[in-house]
């Protein structure tokens, strides 16, 4: 999560230069391309059953797919500040969704950290650096009802992601996930993504854009899927969504390091309160 966040703040420059639907297909290809090898089937792993079959179908659609163009188009249509404060609801959406759908039980740690991790992320999303509206921050949000509900649209599909994940890490490899549902988001994205290509001018697009954007397509379909699953593998559902804190905490540090954005008080606090909330979700539980 917080390589996820790192490079949604440093993704600005592509999504300038390209097409949002256009990138998407581009990420997942490039991806594609680097690791045929994950597609294999592990020794001693069974064949997929049709059920792990539409998991992994629904994995790539809601918590690639469409997690991307809910957010992306969500965004554009509110402002920060309330997408801020929807996506607060992530930690608490999965604990409530691993206890319907995997009978997970939700301790009072893990509760108090969802607390924290949903009173940090709010706060980091009122401080005045998350004010912008929009990619230019200058245009006010045009629809602001309909914006809310598709960033709201996201918080369920990350949601989903994370239950599906932890069914699926118990029938396949963490590679293997990873590649097969970024092959399903190139497939999904293939038509919006040759659309645009036909009218668009790749010749106009710098060399240093290229390579930030495959360093984009690894990290956000290899790496952090990756490091996702193996997690998942591990840790209850509810446990890891706490981690989703993390996703506006680094990307605030690399807006402040790297963009050179400045820090608040406020920010200060809700990095403070997200960390609490991984400390209290990760301490060793004491044995009898």
């Known amino acids: 999560m ?18 949002v ?17 994950w597609l294999r089937r592990a020794p001693g792993e069974p064949p997929m059953s049709g059920r792990t079959r539409r998991l992994v179908f629904l994995e790539s659609f809601l918590g690639n797919f469409l997690f991307s163009i809910c957010m992306l188009f969500g965004v554009s ?14 930690p608490a959406a999965v604990a409530v969704a691993s206890w319907l759908f995997l009978r997970e039980r939700i301790t009072v740690r893990i509760g108090l950290a969802i607390g924290c991790a949903a009173l940090g992320i709010g706060l980091l999303a009122l401080a005045p650096a998350h004010a912008p509206a929009t990619g230019n921050g200058t245009a006010p949000p045009s629809m ?4 809310n509900l598709l960033v709201f649209c996201a918080v369920l ?3 989903a992601y994370a239950v599906i994940g932890k069914s699926l890490t118990g029938h396949l490899g963490p590679k293997r996930i990873s590649s097969l549902i970024n092959l399903w988001g190139f497939v999904l994205s293939m038509p919006f993504g040759i659309w645009f290509a036909l009218q668009f001018d790749f010749s106009a697009v710098r060399l240093g854009t290229w390579t930030l954007l495959v360093a984009y397509a690894l990290a956000a379909s ?26 506006p905490v680094s990307a605030a540090l690399v807006g402040v ?24 979700a990760t301490w060793p539980a004491r044995r009898s």
Not at 78 to 90: K, N
Not at 225 to 247: C, I, K, N, S
Not at 261 to 279: D, K, T
């Open 222 to 247: 290899i790496w952090t899927v990756w490091l996702w699953m193996t997690g998942l593998r591990h840790v209850p559902a509810a446990q890891a969504g706490v981690f989703a804190v993390m996703l």
């Open 157 to 159: 599909c990350e949601t």
């Open 21 to 37: 639907l256009l990138l998407a297909w581009l990420r997942f290809g490039i991806a594609a391309l680097a690791m045929p090898h």
């Open 2 to 19: 917080s390589l996820v966040g790192g490079y949604v703040a440093l993704s600005k420059p592509l999504v300038a230069a390209f097409p």
């Open 257 to 280: 390091l790297v963009l050179g954005e400045s820090l608040s008080v406020a920010q200060l606090l809700a990095f403070a309160l997200a960390l609490v909330g991984v400390v209290l």
């Open 144 to 147: 602001p009802w309909l914006g």
């Open 77 to 90: 249509l509110t402002s920060a500040v309330s997408a801020g404060v929807i996506m607060a609801s992530i």
